[in-house]
């Protein structure tokens, strides 16, 4: 009933692989984009800065781990590494007067080589060495970065953003970032939604199910793979560059440490592997719901009069959490993506499913 | 159209109602963002207690101006992320003081305290150049930067030789991040103006293994060791010292070395270690004694009285006596409110403030936003800490070049 499926034909191919199969997902999505372009109007400022913004980054940056870690298959601890490269390059080319448009692409780009690189080293193995060997990339880009004062900027590794400018137009507002952030997270979807439908998309997951088997069938697996490290890595670096540039104004080792890659994996992982949906809501759930709980349970100790130690106080949230993601992953192990498919699934043929039980 | 413009109006409402925004004019407040759950919980609980209980305290004698005055602590987890979202919420609620004593968390709020014009206090963390008040007007590290602390350390050296250090020889152990590595610059710059050898020692985090450092001290044999290192990684410097026949009393550590760490290296093995501090250790101090008697000995006091006899207690108890009187001194030469301009004009005014002998005198220009950055050595006798100098800040010209070079490049 909600996801009316009748007069719904796909009777050849350029129908059949269309973005979205079913006008309900194609209207959802129109409605969910609207809200977005709205958010500036009708969310205050405090949530439009500090949850919508990072958490619109955080989703492209995850979609880009889920390209590699969802759709081909590589497990990769090292990807805040790939995000700091690209912080750090974008903001040197901004900082030595290149306009911000190149200096994100050089950033992408740069990732993507060094990504890359490590791939080529990295692709030798696969599984949890391949998971190991991504960490010591991880470990590399720390060391570098805590031992060359010219790359972190000088004596406290903190490197100060040049303001924002795209399109000629400086960037300094709570609603220009929005809508930076939201145009780059637009732009990584679009990409990723139609990368299911595509050849490139195909051989991905045939690499993933099984590499050798994909060669079997005449899909350079090597070569995939390390299309997808790149491309991975490219949308890694545009994330983070644009991350410091309209969030956090300067970039310092800590906002790419290896307890990030984790983070982000967990994003991904938690969301759903390989779904895009489920991107969104894993960033929301590790990012955001650690701050949203802490806020809660502040209030409600406020609330009830309680005297709680804040050293206590502070532990609850994570506890809470902790259970959060244990939960949901119990109840659905391929994460919260799969668990909108699962009522998405159950709405389409209602009510007519009920009659099974 | 119709149903959109519905539905828009219909979450706004929601919006509103949610997350409605209050009217200003309230209690003078400190925003306390602080890591209560992750890495720098080996201070955080006591500093942050000791900020309510000197809140308590200001309140029961009649506030600031008549005011009350309040803190609030909220946890960030050592995450930037909710650092900001800490610092926003807060500041929304009319919070224009904020302190995180987390060095990420205080990197990532500086550049919209500096946009927003309130005021980010950040005494012993975040970048050591901001106490250079012509660059960081709304920045105030106030106590000793890291540069200006293994100065003083040097120059207590320099008490110790009589004056001449051409033939001591100094070892820096020092955690291999930007914590540690942030005094090499000064000491660099010092051993070639006073002719002492200095040998640098880099401890791979965490510092749980450091042997191979330490049986390099001793093949080096340097007169000191000046020590960059945190909570545990001091119990196990301690170990490979005794170990390696070093002898206790080379040990000078910054000042991040407190009563939990002497207890689990053991009071007698401890004895001859030093530390620079900011702060008069133990509890003979007058403050302290007063929170004892107003609020332990009747059971009102924000914590656990264990927390009360650790160093950073004084430390928390230094750093809030600081922020209240400038908040004192504001309401006295502007009245209330304290707006942020006049809680700036109220710090820039301390002169000689040491909080009745807690602490180092401290005095806040437009220009040093650090107080001046004294500091002193105190020795472990066993039993308490003995004070090995008075309150020093020496080399002050080559502490602020470095500054200069350092915030200069902010400007850029």
Redesign the interface.
Known sequence: MFYRLSGVHHANYVSDSRIFKVPADRNLTA?IF??GL?AP????S??L???ML?WLIWTAAALGLNLVTGWAGQLHLGYAAVMAVGAYSSIHAA?FGVPWEFALIIGGLTSSVIGSLFAFAALRVKGLYLALTTLAMQFVMDWVL??SPAI???????L?SPTLALLGQEITTDTGFYYVAFGWCVLVTIFMLNLKRTGLGRALVAVREKDFAAAILGVNSFYYKILAFATSSFIAGVSGALLVAT????A????FSVAVSIQVLAMVIVGGLGSIIGSYFGVALI?LV??IV??LV?TLSDGLGMQI???T???I??AVYGALIVIILLIEPLGLGKLYGNIRDYLMVWPFDQFKK | MKK?TKA?AV??MV??AL?G?QALAEPFKIGIC?D??KAY?FAT?QV??AA?DLAKLINMKGGIGGEPVEVI???H?N????G??CY??LS?EGVFVFDTLS??VS??I???AMEDGRILMQSLV????AVDGTVFDWVYPIGPTYWGQAANDVAYIKQLHDGDLSDVKVGFVYF???FG??P??ILETLSEKEGFELELYPVPLPGSDQAGVWSKVRRDNPDHVIVWMLGGAHVVASKEMQRNRIPMDKYISVNWLNEVDIANIGKEAAKGIKRGTNVVGGQDIALYQEIMAELYDKGEG??PIENTQDVFYNTGLAMYSIMFEAARKAAEAEGLPITPTSYKAGLESLEGFDANGLMAPITVTAEDHGGGGKTRIEMWDGETWVPQTDWISEYTDVVWD?VKE?SS??E?
Do not use: C, W
Request: aromatic share 12%; hydrophobic share 30%.
């Open positions: 409605f609207l809200i709205a109007f009708i969310i205050p405090l949530y800065n500090s949850y990072p900082r805590t031992h972190s900027g000088g004596s406290h590794a903190s100060q969030f956090f104004f300067l310092a080792p800590e906002q990012l650690p701050g802490n806020g502040v130690d804040v050293e106080l502070a532990h949230p994570n | 959109l828009l979450f706004s919006g509103g997350f925004t602080y209560l759950s919980t609980p942050s207690q309510m602590v909220r946890d987890g995450e930037p992320q909710r900001i979202e926003s919420k929304r060095t990420p990197l990532a500086l550049p919209r975040g970048r050591g150049d291999d991040y930007p590595q942030e090499i610059e924000s914590g470095v350092s490049q902010y850029q």
